[in-house]
């Protein structure tokens, strides 16, 4: 079956351009979880939404960074005033529960000039 | 709070020979521990988990972890290196209750012919 689409899958915008990362989970999977992956970084989470409870946004390194998932399904990542340090590649995963395993799309490429 | 540590950002070792990638967690309460793979330009997937039960979890190509409470570790090992097994290893952790999923700074592993 399909897996987690992210588009585009990379995005070159000028300092202080906002952009919209897009994630198409897993169909049924109630988990969306946002990460960003920069070089020699690992993963950080960004944030975190489980069916129609109020989203972990624990995560965001500032107020520039927003997320919202519409209809339990879709959701869009949304950076304003974008900085070079936002450059890093942004993965979206899915799960069926919070304790399954991640299923992870192959991510944003994200680069701010 | 938890946090996940692996030692060593790149561990090369010969095709044949032992692979152990180290990973030790911090945590209040018995986690779920996972461990991801991220083979070159694909995005991650699993490789193996731990939840409850046998401490010695097998996973996928021959891959294996233990989880060692009274360390707090959950190593990954493989007896014989392949070369394909070249990629990037990030061990996880999330909290029974919690929400997050936190990622370990990744391992790099290079396999010499």
């Known amino acids: 079956g399909a897996g987690v689409s992210q588009s585009p899958s990379n995005k070159v915008t000028e300092k202080g351009k906002d952009v919209e990362l897009r994630c198409d989970p897993i169909s049924g999977h109630t988990a969306l979880y946002w990460y960003r992956q920069s070089l020699g970084q690992g993963l950080e989470f960004l944030i975190y939404?489980?069916?129609?409870?109020?989203?972990?946004k624990s995560g965001l390194p500032s107020d520039r960074f927003s997320a919202e998932r519409t209809g339990g399904s879709v959701s869009t990542l949304t950076i304003q005033r974008t900085q070079q340090e936002d450059s890093a590649v942004y993965l979206c995963?899915?799960?069926?529960?919070?304790?399954?395993?991640?299923?992870f799309g192959n991510g944003t490429r994200l680069t701010v000039t | 709070a938890q946090s996940v540590t692996q030692l060593g950002s790149h561990v090369s070792v010969s095709e044949g020979a032992l692979v152990l990638l180290r990973c030790n967690y911090s945590?209040?309460?018995?986690?779920?521990l996972f461990w991801y793979v991220q083979y070159p330009n694909q995005g991650l997937q699993l490789l193996l988990k731990?939840?409850?039960?046998?401490?010695l979890v097998k996973g996928i190509n021959g891959f294996e972890a233990e989880f060692k409470k009274s360390e707090t570790s959950f190593h990954l090992t493989k007896p014989s290196a392949h070369m394909s097994d070249a990629a990037e290893y990030f061990c996880?952790?999330?909290?029974?209750?919690?929400?997050?999923?936190?990622f370990g700074t990744g391992t790099r592993l290079t396999v010499i012919p």
């Open positions: 731990y939840t409850t039960g046998a401490t």
């Open positions: 945590s209040s309460v018995p986690p779920y």
């Open positions: 939404f489980q069916g129609n409870s109020a989203p972990d």
């Open positions: 996880a952790v999330i909290q029974t209750g919690a929400n997050n999923l936190f």
């Open positions: 995963a899915s799960s069926q529960r919070r304790d399954s395993p991640l299923h």
